[in-house]
Every structure is written in C-alpha cells, then in structure tokens.
C-alpha cells in the first residue's frame, strides 16, 4: 500500500436507481493534494463526492481510504473514518434550526469529550477561521449564502479533519467571494496539511487551487482525463476535455 | 393591423415562393402551418423560399410557426434569405441543437399496470418493515444509553406535541361529547333511557372516540409538521451533513420526535377523554339530567379497563403518526415540490394506518374480551 496515496478509486461504477451516471471511475487522490473533481453540468460530480464520503454505495468497486473501504469497515471504523473527514455542501447544509455556534458545536459534541467552555473556545477559534467572528449567535437563516458556505467550511473543520471534501463551494457567490472562498480552502488546507477533494466547474477555481483532478464526461460517462489541471491542458487529446478547459475558445 | 396570409408562387418543379403578408405577431391569426405542409406533400417539393411583402411584420410568433411547418415537413429545405436576416438568425439559432430523442415510456397494458402496483405495494411494505426495524433499533441504543439522542431536543417536541396542541384537542373533544350526547339522548330518549347517556359518551369517549379523534387531529399537525421539518431539511442536504457528521438521523432526528409522541399522545387521549364528557355532560343537563346524575351514571359506566385501552390505542397511534411523518419526510425528495408530496402523504398514511389499528384493536378487545 501506497502511504502517499489518500484515496484509491478502482473500477468504480456509480448508478443511481437504474440511471447510470459513470462507470470505469479509477483514479488516486495523493496526500496533500487539491483534488478536483470537474466535469460539465449533470455529469454525476456530485454524485461522485456523495459516494466518496459514504452517503451512497457504489454499484460497483471500491473507494479505499489508507487502504480500506468504507462500507465494509464495521461501525466502529466506520465512525473513525468519518471523523477524519470534513464534508461541505453546495448550500452550506447548516442546521437551519440552530445558531452558527451550535451548529460547529455539534461534532465536537459527538466525538470529543471537551466541557462545555472549551467547545464554545472552539467553535469561536473556527468561526474567527473562516471570518465569521462574532456570528456565534445567528441563525443561518440570518446570514448571507456566502456566510452559510463559510460557516458549513467552519463545521467540516471543527475536527482537524485529514480531508476535506467540498461540494462546488463557489457556485452561487460574485466572483471576489468566490475567490476569497477559494483563498480561504487553499490556505486551510496548506496549515492543516489536509487533503482537499473539490467539487468544481469554476474554471478560475480549478486552475488557481487544483493540483490534481479527474475529469467526468456526461456522454460517455466515464473519466476522460486525470493528471493537474495544468497538466490536462496542455497534454490530453480529448476535445471535450480542452474545450471545457479553455470555455470553448 | 393586416391579417397574415401565406401567397403561394410556384416557381420550380421541385420549389415553391411563398410570400407572407401582413403582421405575423402574438395576438393576430396566422394561417395554419399544416397548409404549408399540405402543399409541399401534394406538389413533391424540395425547397421553400420565403418572401416578403411590403407590410410583413413578425415576432416569436412567426419563428414558432416556421419551426411547426419544418417539423411537419421533414426534409423540406427553407430559404429565409429573403426574409429578415435577424429571422435567419434566431431560425438557425433554434435548430442548433437536435431535439434530443428522449424515450417515452412504453403504454402498459393493464396487466403491466397491476402488477407494478403489486410490486409497489410490496415496496412500500418492505420499507414500512424495515424503517420500524430501524426505528426499534434506535430507540434500543437509546435505552442502554448508545445514542445520540438528546433530552433537550424530546422536551422541545414534547412541548410541540403536547402543550401547544391543547387549545385544539380541547376544541375537538367537546363537540366530539356533544356530538355523541345529541345522537345518545335522541336514540335512548325513544325507550325512556336518557339517562343512560353518560355510558354512551362516557365508554364512547374512553375506548374510542378520545382516542381516534386526538390521533386524527394530531397527525394533521404533528405527523405532517415532523414530514415538512424533515423533508427540508433533506431538500437542504441538512440529512446528508448529519449523516457524514456520523450521527445517525434515525437517532437524532426520528427517535426525538417519535418518544416525544409516545409521551404526550396518552395524556392528549385522557384530556380529551375528560373534555369529551364535558361536552357529553353540557348536552345531558340541558335535557333534564342532572349533573350529578350525569356524572353517578358515568362513575358506574366506564371500568378502569375501558380507560386502559383508551390510553394503550394512543399509545398504537402515537407511534403511527410519528413513523408515517418522519418517513415521509426522511423519504422526502430533493425539490420543495416533494415537501409538499410528504407532508400529503405523511398525513394520508397517518389517517390509514390509524383506521387500520383502529380495527384490529377492536377485534382483538372482543376476542380478549377487554
């Protein structure tokens, strides 16, 4: 077993009911990497990211973490392998029903065995992370869709987890947010030595943050390319692939 | 305005001119796109040109109905080059993409059509089987003390369920007594027997009526709010980040709800056992019964059993309402179309599964002979 590598993907098929959204998936998310997972709209990016972190099992192969599945480690592997992962997702996902601080709270609740005035030192450490100090008490109904990706950013990294998975974090924000969002992961994941897997179709995202990535096609529904942004640009053959990297032009 | 009117001009073997006149906008009748497709069918033409004349005007109108003509002509060619050259554009810009050949699902035939039925209904209850599995399991982790359940979370649905539902429940349980007081004292005033009233809204009440009624009353505003709750929050992925979280939304979110029923719902059914003989008691005296022969009458007529049962049906129903709420919305799908699908079907399932209860426990009363 490789220790550089994070996550393995193997032959990995994902359907959903009887829809098949890709096949043939294989590819290595390394330790430290910005892992891009990019693709045009509908090709099953997310769907992906969903099987990744355990929401859904694959129709077929496997995803291995350090060399093991997640969906036949027992509940109690099961349980760790969670919380060495961060999950954000495309709207945030916060508890709608609770504030922003009980919201970062609610991990650490569940796996750690901090008294109450430590977790409220924590939550603030990872609100004032991600900008948001002194919105402890709001509910998320209260703050802006930019705010809410940021304080979701806050809970998924309530942990110290070692990967961080991120559903297009950027869609739906102005293209300095975005920016500022997509600075916010770079840095994160650089001081907490955390692998980062992301959901994209942002083009400025992709180039700026990625260091590795797979490209989904949604006609052939399978991987087209793997390899650095960079690296696909310049050296795949595949039109659909160049096309989407260069918007076309 | 100018009528629109198509001029046909042939001038080839193998193509006509057509000439539009008039105002081809939204709001004026244009001629029907069959009639051009009539003509080229009739004469084997190849190629349409399109002219103007001099007081043509067009909007989408125009544009839709040259799509309709291509359709209904298939290979026939279109020259628009006479015609405006913003027409040209948007024609072209139109049929850039193919129309994509989506398959319509075959027609089933009515064999076909029971037998997904057949297996729909075996779905469903394969699911209702396996989420009161879940549900038991759950609420075993909690018992010896494995979950992650909390207190504050059952006390404030508990507070949702029971406090906040007694303005309601107290409203439907006197007209449910009165109701049963009217048909009482009007059936048994025919033998002299009025009296006898309280039994009728007494054991009435107690064994049935409390407890169905509060069961149907809360699963219109409980089961269906706990449907709606969860049902968002599955639209926001709220369920999937708890599920990543590792806490089990069978644990922290169905199990809250559904003890919080549990633990009201008996009490609700007594309240309203109470209020219902209230209501019973209102019709009574104003008949020439007297409270106290109201209440005499009701001590000899209701048993400690018939209470019981009541209490033990809300507690049946309880569980029903909560599991058809919660299921329905942790079933929910991802569009604010599907909440609002949950949140109906959380209550007609609900109202179902409590008729059905309903039934079998009385059976099973008889045949035990409580």
Redesign the interface.
């Known amino acids: 077993m490789n220790r550089d590598v994070a996550i393995d993907v193997r032959q990995l098929t994902l359907m959903y009911g009887s829809n098949l959204i890709q096949s043939d998936l294989n590819f290595q998310v390394r330790r430290g990497d910005v892992f891009v997972i990019m693709g045009g709209s509908g090709c099953g990016k997310s769907t992906l990211l969903?099987h990744m972190?355990?929401?859904y099992q694959p129709a077929a192969g496997e995803i291995l973490f350090d060399g093991h599945s997640y969906f036949t480690a027992s509940s109690a592997q099961?349980?760790a392998m969670?919380?060495r992962?961060g999950?954000t997702?495309?709207?945030g996902?916060?508890?709608?029903d609770k504030t922003l601080a009980e919201n970062v709270a609610?991990?650490l609740e569940?796996?750690t065995t901090l008294n109450r005035r430590d977790i409220a030192d924590m939550v603030r450490y990872k609100l004032a992370l991600v900008g948001l100090a002194g919105f402890e008490h709001f509910y998320p109904a209260q703050i802006s869709g930019g705010m809410c990706k940021r304080a979701?950013l806050a809970?998924a990294i309530a942990l110290d987890p070692d990967i961080l998975f991120f559903d297009e974090p950027s869609a739906g924000l102005d293209p300095l947010s975005a920016r500022r969002l997509d600075d916010l992961i770079l840095q994160l994941g650089h001081s907490t030595g955390a692998t980062v897997v992301i959901v994209t179709h942002e083009l400025a995202s992709i180039f700026a943050i990625g260091s590795n990535g797979v490209f989904l096609d949604a006609t052939t529904k399978t991987q087209l390319a793997t390899g650095s942004p960079q690296h696909m640009l310049d050296h795949c053959e595949h039109a659909r692939v160049k096309e989407f990297l260069t918007r076309g032009e | 305005m100018n009528q629109a009117t198509l001029v046909t001009d042939k001038t080839a073997n193998d193509s006509v001119a057509i000439t539009l006149q008039g105002s081809w906008t939204i709001g004026n009748t244009i001629p029907d796109p069959g009639q051009l497709a009539a003509l080229a069918n009739v004469n084997s033409i190849t190629t349409v040109v399109f002219i103007t004349a001099e007081d043509f005007a067009w909007d989408s109108r125009l544009l839709a109905w040259l799509m309709a003509a291509q359709r209904q002509l298939g290979s026939c060619l279109f020259d628009l080059s006479a015609l405006p050259a913003e027409v040209g554009d948007l024609f072209r810009l139109a049929n850039t993409v193919p129309a994509s050949q989506v398959r319509t699902p075959e027609r089933q035939t009515l064999k076909q059509k029971c037998l997904a039925g057949i297996a729909r209904l075996g779905d469903e209850v394969l699911g209702l089987l396996a989420f009161i599995g879940d549900m038991f399991i759950a609420l075993g982790r909690w018992l010896i003390g494995k979950s992650t359940a909390r207190w504050s979370d059952i006390l404030t649905f508990c507070y949702q369920c029971g406090p906040s539902a007694l303005a309601i429940i107290t409203l439907q349980s006197v007209l449910v007594g009165m109701i049963l007081g009217y048909l009482g004292v009007v059936q048994l005033r025919q033998f002299g027997a009025e009296v006898y009233v309280s039994d009728l809204v007494g054991v009435g009440m107690v064994r049935e009526m409390g407890a169905l009624m509060t069961a149907v009353i809360m699963s219109g505003r409980t089961g269906a709010a706990y449907a709606a709750g969860l049902g968002t929050m599955q639209v926001n992925e709220e369920i999937d980040a708890l599920t990543t979280l590792g806490i089990p939304p069978m644990d922290n979110l169905v199990l809250p709800r559904t003890l919080a029923l549990l633990l009201t719902m008996p009490l609700l059914c007594l309240y309203s056992n109470i209020l219902g003989m209230v209501g019973g008691g209102l019709v009574a005296t104003s008949m020439d019964i007297t409270w106290l022969l109201y209440l005499h009458q009701l001590r000899d007529a209701i048993t400690i059993t018939d209470i019981a049962t009541g209490v033990f049906k809300g507690f049946v129903f309880a569980l029903l309402i909560a599991m058809a709420g919660c299921r329905a919305g942790l079933e929910c799908g991802r569009s604010s179309a599907a909440v609002g699908q949950a949140t109906t079907r959380a209550v007609v399932t609900a109202l179902i599964y409590l008729i059905i209860a309903d039934a079998g426990l009385n059976i099973l009363f008889f045949h035990l002979g409580v």
């Not at chain 1, 996902?93 to 709608?96: K, T």
């Open positions: 969903k972190v355990g929401l099961q349980s969670r919380q992962w999950v997702y495309q709207g996902a916060l508890f709608s609610m991990p569940e796996y979701g809970r």
